[in-house]
């Protein structure tokens, strides 16, 4: 929901290997409107996938067939489409995806276009049971949602600066140069909201 025009809510997406968390947050209140979880995505299991969904103070359990996580999210559209009505109706401006690793392609947070998404294609590799999953996404995204914009946020930013000492590996320099090997740390967008916070 807009405020004068002054607000933007945003379509958070994390994607796990068989998950998709996901909530509309309005900036810059930063005031969580909707959240909710496709779980059993992508894999053979005895049950339906199951979305655990929250809006306007309502939660719903919605079991599905969801083969992947485009699929997950087409249903979760759907259900925040039918949410509320008319004014109390809540729409999202921007989809902003969760990445792992993008190597050292990128540092900040960056919208998402062609160019980007070629570089990404690249990764998939880094991150062999997230990134391809996520990639799949923004692919999915760009190509049914043209007029939403896309930003994408690195797991890998947080620790950008670890000092030589620490991102070294004990290999001759040699090889860390012509492979451009050094270690990088995960989970960064929860250690940066944790010392924020902290």
Known sequence: M?????????LVLNCGSSSLKYRIISMPEE????EGEAERLGIKTQEDSLITHTALGKKRLVKARLGDHSAALKKI??????DGSGNKRITFDIFAHRYVHPGDSFVNPVEVDKVVLRKLGQTMSLAAIHNPVVYGLMQF???????VRQFAVFDT????????????????SALSRKYGLRKVGFHG?????VSQEA
Do not use: M, W
Request: include cysteine; hydrophobic fraction near 30%.
């Open 141 to 147: 995204c760009s190509s049914q949602y043209r007029k």
């Open 157 to 172: 930013a947080f620790h950008k600066d670890i000092p030589p000492e620490f991102s070294t590996y004990a290999i001759p």
């Open 31 to 34: 005031e969580c409107l909707i």
């Open 189 to 193: 967008i929860s250690h940066k909201y």
């Open 77 to 82: 559209l759907e259900l925040i489409k039918s």
């Open 2 to 10: 807009r405020s004068k025009g002054k607000n933007v809510n945003i």
